[in-house]
């Protein structure tokens, strides 16, 4: 699937990977939140954060918004339980249904409020049909 990011997003992939050395598969700039989310390559988060977060801390100092930072997968179960991060996942389960696909995920009730918010959930169902094609994400 063909990921399309505007001038602006891909200033900050530049920015970004420049500062931290990992190479992102995507970005999206969020109009609703100050926030700039990424997807970074498999094996690229220690790169992307940095020794004590000092990376993080860099690129927030230079953008001057939040940052949030997500490792891909190419596992469909796996990249979205990556999105959840730092919520406590006990269980992600992908089924298909009519050629969709469904995501159902177990998160621990300390975490439901937090992880079932409207920005959170949006962010999530995005990324994961952008990379995936996940038609739904449930959770429970």
């Given at each position: 699937?063909?990921?399309?990011?505007?001038?602006?997003?891909i200033?900050?992939?530049?920015?970004?990977?420049?500062?931290?050395?990992?190479?992102?598969?995507?970005?999206?700039?969020?109009?609703?939140?100050?926030?700039?989310?990424?997807?970074?390559?498999?094996?690229?988060?220690?790169?992307?954060?940095?020794?004590?977060?000092?990376?993080?801390?860099?690129?927030?100092?230079?953008i001057?918004?939040?940052?949030?930072?997500?490792?891909?997968?190419?596992?469909?179960?796996?990249?979205?339980?990556?999105?959840?991060?730092?919520?406590?996942?006990?269980?992600?389960?992908?089924?298909?249904?009519?050629?969709?696909?469904?995501v159902?995920?177990?998160?621990?009730?300390?975490?439901k409020?937090?992880?079932?918010?409207?920005?959170?959930?949006m962010k999530?169902?995005?990324l994961?049909?952008r990379?995936?094609?996940?038609?739904?994400?449930?959770?429970?």
């Open positions: 699937m063909e990921v399309k990011l505007s001038a602006e997003e200033r900050y992939i530049s920015l970004f990977e420049k500062i931290t050395g990992a190479f992102i598969k995507d970005c999206i700039a969020s109009k609703y939140e100050n926030k700039i989310v990424f997807v970074v390559k498999k094996g690229d988060m220690g790169l992307a954060i940095g020794k004590k977060g000092t990376n993080i801390q860099k690129v927030r100092q230079v001057g918004k939040k940052v949030e930072v997500f490792e891909y997968s190419d596992d469909p179960a796996e990249f979205v339980k990556n999105l959840f991060h730092p919520y406590r996942i006990k269980n992600v389960l992908l089924t298909e249904n009519e050629g969709k696909k469904i159902h995920v177990d998160i621990d009730d300390r975490d409020a937090m992880a079932n918010g409207r920005n959170q959930m999530v169902k995005m994961a049909k990379h995936h094609k996940i038609s739904d994400i449930i959770t429970r």
